[in-house]
């Protein structure tokens, strides 16, 4: 069995959500900013849930699913990542917007510090917490069955599964990415998905039944 825990089903796996998101009640102003900066879907979700202005001012964005966002939502897309790394995106924003005004629309918790590494390049990043992500809560007979391949996505979906139910020595586990790797006890067999998206998880896992 394949378990994805993302909060989106995707077809052909074991819906298991075990993230969710709390958007915070805050106001923004943002006629100051010249560029907003987006390194998720959710992000781009939670803004317009805050301010629908966001519209108004170009978007660089980490990843195609994050700019689609932007642009179904009704934003403009100024600039996508080569890779949709954050480390990698923030190199090539430190390049090519010096002389930009950029607000990050970020989560709570963040595993790079993106604010941090542009003031080494002598860039200001003015941030914003928009939203936060939570773990939901299930009971133990929820728990995946034995050798299933557990899909995470996101640090956050590593955390809140091992505070469900733990680790099985059978479980296989694909991540979406490098950075989520990271958080993996070293004692997980652990494969990565050829590109950072659920579809290439997907991939991945059914490779690995086959197999």
């Not at 929820?142 to 995470?152: C, E, G, R, T, W």
């Not at 809140?160 to 479980?171: A, D, H, V």
């Not at 790797?181 to 997980?188: F, N, R, S």
Request: charged share 25%.
């Amino acid at each position: 069995m394949i378990y994805l825990l993302s909060p989106k089903a995707s077809k052909g796996c074991v819906h298991l959500p075990i993230i969710d998101f709390h958007i915070f009640d805050t106001k923004i102003v943002l006629d100051s900013y010249d560029l907003l900066m987006f390194t998720s879907k959710q992000a781009v979700v939670s803004i317009d849930t805050i301010n629908h202005r966001w519209r108004e001012v170009p978007s660089i964005a980490v990843g195609e699913l994050t700019a689609k966002e932007i642009e179904r939502l009704g934003g403009s897309v100024a600039y996508i990542a080569q890779k949709a790394y954050v480390k990698t995106f923030i190199s090539e924003i430190a390049k090519r917007f010096k002389d930009k005004k950029i607000l990050y629309l970020r989560p709570k918790k963040v595993s790079f510090d993106s604010k941090g590494f542009l003031a080494s390049q002598d860039l200001m990043l003015y941030e914003e917490v928009i939203y936060e992500t939570v773990c939901v809560s299930y009971r133990a007979e929820k728990k995946p069955q034995k050798n299933a391949v557990i899909i995470f996505t996101s640090p956050s979906t590593i955390e809140c599964f091992l505070k469900n139910f733990g680790w099985e020595e059978g479980y296989h586990a694909v991540v979406i990415g490098e950075a989520s790797k990271k958080h993996l006890p070293q004692y997980i067999n652990v494969s990565i998905a050829d590109e950072p998206s659920i579809e290439s998880c997907i991939k991945k896992a059914k490779s690995l039944l086959q197999a």
